[in-house]
Every structure is written in C-alpha cells, then in structure tokens.
C-alpha cells in the first residue's frame, strides 16, 4: 500500500537483506539460514496454528538442505530465569551451527542470553548491563553461535535489536542485556502468524512498540539526529493509533496486521537509534502483574508530564497524530510546558481506553504500594542506569523519590495534578 511505503522504506534501510517480512515470508528462511550452517536447533512457542508454521518452517530448511537436530521448548512469558537455564543446556547437548528461535519476544529474548551463555559460560548476572558481552567475547576470543529469529507478534521487535530482558520470577524484577553482539544475524515476520493472536496481546504488543518510539523520542530532544528519529518515531505511533483499534476489531485483517508490524518493526529501529527510560525501567518491576506493553502504556502518559517542560518539540509532533485521529483537542497543541504535557497525556490515557487498556495502576489486579517500593529500588540498580541516563530530564538518584516516586503515585490514583512539577 501506498500508505506503508515511508515505513517500509524505514525498515529496509535498518536492516536491509538481512530480513524478510510480509505475508508469507517464512517460506524465505531457508536462504538466510543455509550461509549459515546446516544443523539447526530450533526454539519455538507453541500458540493456536503455531504447528502448521513449524511445517512450513521445516520444509523451507529441507528444501536447502539444512536439518533441525532438536527443537527446544521456548520460554514462559517475560522469560524467567528458569527457562533460560533449560534452554542453555538443552543448546549444550545439541551443540547446533545455527539457532533459529520462533515465537514472540519472550522466546527471541531467551535465546539470545541462552547463546551468550552457551558459548561464554557463566551467570546471566554477569552480562547484564551494556555491552558486557562483547567485551566476554572479546577476552574469551570467541563467537556467538548464529542466530536467525522469526517473529510471531507485533511487540517488542526482539528479532531485530540488541535487547534481551530476563525475570527473575523470585524477585519480580526483570533485568536487560544491551549488546551489539546479540543482535540475530537475520530475522523473518511472516504477518500471518498475529491473525490467530488473541485482543489483549494485540493491544499489549503495539503499545510496547508505540512506547519504544514515544521514550526513544522524548529521550532525543538535544541529540544532533533528532529529525531522523522524530520522523520514524512518528511513523511507528501513527500507525498504532490509526491501525490498533481496526486490528482488534477485525483481527483477520491484512492491512491493520500490515501496519501493526511495521509500526512495531519501527519501534525497534527506534531503541536501536536511542533508547527507553520512565515506562519502560518502571515496567520491569510490575512483570507480576501485568504484561510489558501495557505496563509500559499505562505509565507514559504520566512521566509526560513529568518531562514536559524539556520535551515540548515532541510533545506538539506526537500530540498532532493525536489530534489527527481525536484523542487531543487541536487548539491543545497551543498551549506549552507542564499544560501542554497534560494534554498529550490525556490524549494517551484516552487512546488506552479506547483499545481497552488500564489507565490507573489502582484496576490492575494483584498491584498494592510494594510494586512502587519495588520500582523506586530498581531505579537505584546500576543494572538498569541506562534507563536513567536516557530520561529527558536529569533524575538523580537523591531524589528519586520525589520525581519518580510522584510519577507512581499519579498513575496509582489516576491523578496527573500528583507528577512533580521541578
């Protein structure tokens, strides 16, 4: 469609001949496994007509004359630590030249630290943080076994980026690898496999891109590249505003899957050009609760305002494409600083409604004061200061209870008047 040519432009020249996406593009993959390797280990979840891809997936590799010697069981959601234990030893006992992981971001993820642990050893604790792996690598004088991921679902663009989350299930807490090094050699996203994907993972996975390109955005506002990720941002968000709502209406329909997968493709080219901060460090404390997206769309709306007044380029870009589609008053986007904050936020707590999101942290079942406990700690974990360094504004960690702890009481109560104002 016309329409999709910007945002396939975008994609392509992210990532190049290095992936292939569309409807039908699993039966491409033999192509980009076979330089590869010929003993394949595949890690796969299982979801409604996941078995007829597999088949697919299978005959595309006989067809070139690569062989799957094992296919490993993926991970549960959020991909606990458990699972990656199970995945690492099963990778051990195959000892495979190529991985191909299909399923959605959980089981990209765990495959990516299953392989940087496979070939380096060690606990997952140690390469958590940016860039540890390579640097493992580099002191070890070894590589990372070939990784070709397929996605399943519009999320969290794992197939394309640098990014593995793990959770530990005991704690609650989910921790990130950032590492060049894990980046899969080349990904496949055929769009047929989201028509069988249930509504709430279709609202939860475009919310995590939409919520890659919104942090990723207000993250930019000083940077020298900021039209560039202004422009694919911008893309990424239009398309979620404009396509979500007809997806979950009409799950089956191409162009909305089409839209949602290259918005969501857009989101990971947008982490890969900056990075996330507020929603998303405060989401991996709240992984018993509720899923990624939506943690992630539930708390953006109030760090906005948090960010307003150093923001205001983004602000007025994002709050248009809400005004465009009527979730933000168009005389709204004259107003400016901590005013104008609130109004794109409201828009965003409207659109989250309109697609049946939670907008307070008080209507998600099983949440009490412990989770903003839990964050506020997290805040302080050098594991996750990347988060901290990409917040628009400076958030020192002497008072993060008073900025960020304002932020979590607003989104428990649904009151924006309660975010900090500096």
Known sequence: MVEFARARQYVDEFKGDSYVYGLGALAAVGSLVAPLGTRVALVRSSFRGSDGFVWTLRRALARVGVAVIGEIRGPAPNAPREDLVRITRQLDALDPDVVVSFGGGSCIDATKAALVLHS???????????????????????????????????????????????????????????????????????????????????????????????????????????????????????????????????????????????????????IMLGGTNGGHLTSFSLVDILPHG???????????????????????????????????????????????????????????????????LREVPGFSDAHLARALAAARDPQLRMKLENMPVPLMPERIDETMGSVLEAARDGDLSKVYRG
Do not use: W
């Open 120 to 270: 380096l050893g060690g606990d997952i604790d140690s390469y958590f943080g940016t860039g540890l792996v390579s640097e493992a690598l580099e002191r070890q004088n070894v590589s990372l076994v070939p990784h070709v991921a397929i996605q399943s679902a519009s999320s969290s663009a794992a197939h394309l980026t640098k990014y593995a989350n793990i959770t530990n299930l005991q704690t609650g807490q989910k921790k990130l690898i950032v590492d060049d090094a894990i980046v899969p050699r080349a990904a496949v996203f055929d769009y047929a496999a989201m028509f069988t994907a249930p509504a709430t993972l279709t609202a939860d996975g475009a919310m995590d891109g939409f919520s890659h390109a919104l942090e990723v955005l207000y993250g930019a506002v000083r940077r020298p590249d900021y039209e560039r990720i202004e422009a694919i941002s911008l893309e990424c968000i239009r398309l979620v505003v404009n396509y979500l709502p007809l997806a979950l209406a009409e799950p089956t329909d191409a162009v909305a899957r089409e839209a949602l997968g290259l918005a969501t493709d857009l989101g990971g080219y947008a």
């Open 294 to 360: 939506r943690a992630c769309a539930l708390l953006n709306p109030y760090y906005t305002v948090l960010f307003a007044p150093a923001i205001q380029r983004p602000l007025r870009a994002v709050g248009s494409v809400l005004a465009t589609a009527g979730y933000v008053p168009q005389e709204s986007l004259r107003l400016s600083g901590y005013a104008l904050g609130e109004a794109v936020a409201q828009g965003m707590l409207r659109f989250a409604e309109a697609v049946g999101l939670p907008t307070t």
